[in-house]
């Protein structure tokens, strides 16, 4: 049998500690400095109020670090390295520091940004239900606004992977701050349980600052927060493409942008036969403009695109078939990459939208195999 060798790392790491930011129910935390790299990081201990309950969410805490490490996406908070002393009953997370104030106070004192946060936070939600991670843990102080006017989810202690539809079997017992959704009655929490306490958080952050004529989306969370689960908006993907069409109505673009577009658009239908219902659009602008740019490299000498699948790909996840012939002229890549670079994420996203819309048309195959 093989045997696997041990790599031990003896120097330890120093950090300067700044200053405590709070205790709550199981953790620590405080504000640390590693002035190697001249960055600051919040480090989360696992501590409990009290003694005698220190070991009854420990493995909660180390659920929480293995789910921070399956994510990334900027609107959840990231982690960096973790320490765990099972021996003594705690551990240590070393994450990312957010300088700002939670969800409900940055609302409060900006107003103006109602609708720019809610789309931040569908859009983490989004994240985590592709992933299969339930929060379970959504109130005010658990999503925070940077003072970049970032949203960041956080404390996952609570989290949960989700394997299967029994594991949305069974539900919570938190103090919650509000009415209860009817599948609580048959002990289910599940991705529109979190759309209910999602759409609950911002209809009372909206009511107590009066915010009813500057949210755009009411329509919309009415449909987050029914009480029945079976009338409730079906999931944080299709309030995010509803969120995003009715941008569409709010912003225009000139007769030369929509001519890139469509360059763009046409292309793809043009040389994307067929996707399947398991298909996923990317969403992730930071990887798209990155795939872009990489085809345009790889095409510097050519006048068309040699591969369609490279420029389906900056947009759609595999699986689906395309048509091989080269058809696709480079100046139409490089024209809309230039112009894509050059709007703004509000922008970026009503773009995707419209490029959802489209594929939506695209001829759909069942990917069932037998195993």
């Known amino acids: 049998m093989e045997t696997k060798d041990t790599v031990t790392f003896l120097r330890s790491?120093?950090?300067?500690?700044?200053?405590?930011?709070?205790?709550g129910g199981t953790g620590q935390t405080k504000l640390l400095k590693d002035e190697t790299i001249n960055e600051q990081f919040v480090c989360k201990k696992y501590s409990t109020y009290y003694p005698d309950q220190q070991s009854l969410y420990y493995d909660n805490f180390v659920n929480e670090i293995k789910l921070l490490y399956k994510i990334n996406h900027p609107n959840i908070v990231r982690i960096f390295n973790y320490y765990l002393y099972p021996e003594r009953v705690t551990g240590y997370i070393l994450m990312e520091y957010i300088d700002g104030e939670d969800i409900e106070a940055y609302i409060s004192s900006n107003p103006g940004e109602v609708n720019n946060i809610f789309?931040?936070?569908?859009?983490?939600?989004?994240?985590?239900?592709?992933?299969?991670?339930?929060?379970r843990d959504i109130r005010p102080n658990n999503i925070l606004v940077s003072n970049d006017r970032v949203?960041?989810?956080?404390d996952f202690g609570f989290g949960k992977n989700i394997a299967s539809l029994e594991d949305n079997q069974k539900s919570i017992t938190l103090n919650w701050a509000y009415?209860?959704?009817?599948?609580?009655?048959?002990?289910?929490?599940?991705?529109?349980?979190?759309?209910?306490?999602?759409?609950?958080?911002?209809?009372?952050?909206?009511?107590?600052?009066?915010?009813?004529?500057?949210?755009?989306?009411?329509?919309?969370?009415?449909?987050?927060?029914?009480?029945?689960?079976?009338?409730?908006?079906?999931?944080?993907?299709?309030i995010f493409r509803e969120v995003t069409s009715k941008n569409?109505?709010?912003?225009?673009?000139?007769?030369?942008?929509?001519?890139?577009?469509?360059?763009?658009?046409?292309?793809?239908?043009?040389?994307?036969?067929?996707?399947?219902?398991?298909?996923?659009?990317?969403?992730?602008?930071?990887i798209i403009t990155k795939r872009l740019d990489d085809l345009i490299n790889k095409s510097l000498l050519e006048d068309y695109?040699?591969?369609?699948?490279?420029?389906?790909?900056?947009?759609?996840?595999?699986?689906?078939?395309?048509?091989?012939?080269?058809?696709?002229p480079i100046e139409y890549i490089v024209s809309f990459s230039d112009w894509w670079k050059g709007i703004s994420n509000e922008y970026k996203i009503i773009v995707l939208n419209n490029l959802w819309e489209r594929f939506d048309t695209i001829k759909r195959m069942s990917d069932n195999l037998p195993f």
């Open 179 to 238: 009415s209860l959704p009817n599948e609580f009655n048959d002990s289910i929490y599940d991705f529109k349980t979190e759309i209910y306490f999602v759409g609950k958080l911002f209809e009372r952050i909206i009511q107590i600052n009066n915010l009813h004529k500057l949210f755009k989306y009411k329509s919309i969370l009415n449909k987050m927060t029914t009480p029945e689960s079976d009338s409730r908006i079906a999931s944080f993907y299709t």
């Open 119 to 135: 789309l931040q936070t569908i859009n983490g939600f989004k994240y985590l239900e592709e992933n299969n991670i339930l929060h």
């Open 248 to 286: 569409s109505t709010f912003i225009k673009f000139s007769s030369n942008e929509k001519q890139i577009y469509s360059n763009i658009a046409n292309s793809i239908m043009t040389v994307c036969s067929t996707i399947e219902y398991s298909t996923k659009y990317l969403d992730d602008i930071e």
């Open 151 to 154: 949203v960041k989810i956080i």
């Open 305 to 328: 695109v040699q591969n369609n699948s490279s420029l389906i790909n900056c947009f759609i996840a595999d699986p689906y078939s395309y048509k091989k012939s080269p058809v696709i």
């Open 13 to 23: 790491k120093d950090f300067v500690m700044l200053k405590d930011i709070g205790q």
